[in-house]
């Protein structure tokens, strides 16, 4: 019997040069699309402040040498607020300006842009849960808008941004690629805008963080001098922020969020459940001495001291003993995420751990979602689609393309492309770029740097950031410009209005203090 099924044939890819053709016409076309431009006002300090809003591509042209060099590389789409003047007075030209961006890497900065910096905010939940539908923006009455106007980059493949064909999007994907990309993308901003008589300044959140540190000195290079440099929830030393085989560092870093995170929950006794503070305090003493000492001697350490060591961490923890045992000391973010709550059948928030979501009904210890985090994509999201093709207007006249785009807040294709390699390294390693901001801090006698940091943040926590800053290659001179204050809640710390009241009226004290 002869078998005359035929198998359906896969669809065939665009050949390279096709492809790079589509993606060069797709970025000429949104380049050449007009800026939308709104106006608006909102109230601040009992000031109101009028503004003009443009949301738009700006050119990142290609440095390779060839026969693209100069063409766009990429459209990087940006939304800026600008004080309008009033009628008798001169264009303010020389009022500072801030571009922002979260981090990722792979995300786009709606986060920022709609959560705590512009004049306007999505509303959610004071715990970090996820609110009813519907979402929507309003006025926010403590935004950054009061201290300068604002300019948020959405980085290649994230939000409506683009690149021009497959090897600028390799480009993108990288530490050093991407740095350059947004370097090229906010001196053209400036020029576009007129803004070099500004005093600029950077804010950027998680890996973005990771970001701005090198582009503070990679500025420097090309004549920009930044005025101060805003770090949310650090991410400069990878290392301490991963959980690999022999990278001890880690597991004693985040010891101090861990015992936090656990009295918040009720999984402590004793004199550290008394206080959050109190908890995080024996933590930090407890891994600065014994347990580092403990984990460097790893085999040799005998049964006796391996048993005080796993009773200790039970204590600090809220994980039972025998499991701390059986981690061999080692309690990795994941383990912790799926066993503090798992006799209630719930599993923690990474970003925010003061949220809780439920396990499945088989009880794996696979983490497979952070509810936290998925209490405010789809909001932040959804209120910024609408805004965007409401109260801005894309969609409207000329700009109907932007808005017919997929809008990408959170790419996990660019997160699983990155290349976290620098210069000419190849292989294993982590990026690190906090020698890039130490650098910067010494060429750069008047930057000054602000952190923040979230007590329940357990995906850059600010135990973590401490060390970081710690290390910093400064003197004790220059260390006198490095400001950082902790809030009490998550990665996000501005999702709760205390502490967004709090890191405005932080940042108001930190603007005041800058060298005028």
């Not at 986060?111 to 970090?128: I, T």
């Not at 861990?258 to 109190?278: I, M, R, W």
């Not at 080692?330 to 928030?349: H, K, N, T």
């Not at 805004?387 to 807040?409: I, K, Q």
């Amino acid at each position: 019997m002869t078998d005359t099924t035929r198998p359906v044939p896969s669809p065939v890819a665009a050949p390279a040069g096709e492809a790079d053709r589509r993606q060069r016409a797709a970025v000429e076309r949104a380049l050449a699309e007009p800026t939308a431009r709104r106006t608006g006002r909102v109230v601040l300090g009992g000031q109101t402040l009028a503004y003009r809003v443009d949301a738009g591509f700006v050119p990142v042209r290609s440095s390779t040498l060839g026969e693209t060099y100069g063409e766009p590389d990429a459209a990087v789409f940006t939304t800026a607020y600008q004080l309008q003047a009033q009628a008798e007075e001169a264009a303010p030209t020389q009022r500072a300006v801030c571009f922002a961006f979260n981090g990722g890497p792979g995300s786009a900065s709606v986060f920022l842009h709609l959560g705590a910096l512009g004049p306007k905010r999505v509303r959610v939940r004071d715990d970090g849960g996820m609110p009813v539908a519907p979402y929507r923006v309003e006025d926010n009455p403590v935004s950054w808008f009061r201290h300068f106007d604002l300019v948020f980059i959405d980085p290649p493949h994230t939000g409506y941004s683009l690149t021009a064909s497959e090897a600028a999007r390799r480009r993108a994907f990288s530490v050093d690629g991407d740095v350059e990309m947004l370097c090229e993308a906010m001196r053209a901003w400036l020029t576009r805008h007129g803004r070099w008589g500004s005093p600029v300044y950077l804010c950027g959140e998680s890996y973005g963080t990771t970001r701005a540190a090198a582009m503070a000195d990679k500025l420097c290079d090309q004549g920009v001098a930044l005025a101060g440099l805003i770090l949310v929830s650090c991410a400069m030393d990878i290392q301490v922020l991963e959980f690999s085989p022999r990278n001890l560092l880690s597991h004693a870093v985040f010891l101090p969020a861990f015992a936090g995170t656990a009295q918040y929950h009720g999984c402590l006794k004793g004199a550290v459940a008394e206080s959050p503070d109190a908890a995080r305090a024996a933590a930090l003493e407890f891994a600065q001495g014994d347990y580092l000492r403990a984990l460097y001697r790893g085999a040799s350490l005998g049964a006796a001291e391996q048993g005080r060591i796993a009773a200790r961490l039970a204590e600090l923890t809220g994980l039972p003993r025998p499991l701390v045992e059986q981690c061999n000391l080692r309690i990795s973010d994941m383990r912790f995420f799926s066993e503090l709550l798992r006799e209630r059948g719930q599993v923690l928030g990474r970003l925010d751990a003061r949220v809780a979501g439920p396990l499945g009904t088989d009880r794996r210890r696979d983490w497979e979602f952070d509810p936290s985090i998925d209490a405010l994509v789809a909001p932040y999201t959804m209120a910024a689609m609408a805004y965007f093709g409401g109260e801005l207007g894309l969609g409207g006249g000329g700009a109907a393309d932007a808005c017919e785009r997929v809008y990408v807040p959170m790419s996990s294709d660019a997160h699983k492309a990155w290349n976290w390699n620098r210069g000419e390294a190849q292989g294993n390693g982590y990026t690190c770029t906090s020698p890039d901001l130490a650098r910067a801090m010494r060429r750069l006698p008047h930057l000054r740097v602000f952190v923040a940091s979230g007590h329940y943040d357990l995906g850059t926590p600010s135990s973590a950031t401490d060390w970081s800053l710690d290390q910093l290659e400064v003197d004790a001179s220059v260390r006198e410009r490095l400001t950082h204050r902790y809030y009490d809640a998550g990665h996000m710390m501005y999702t709760r209005e205390q502490d967004m009241l709090r890191l405005q009226a932080d940042l108001a004290e930190w603007i005041a203090a800058l060298p005028h």
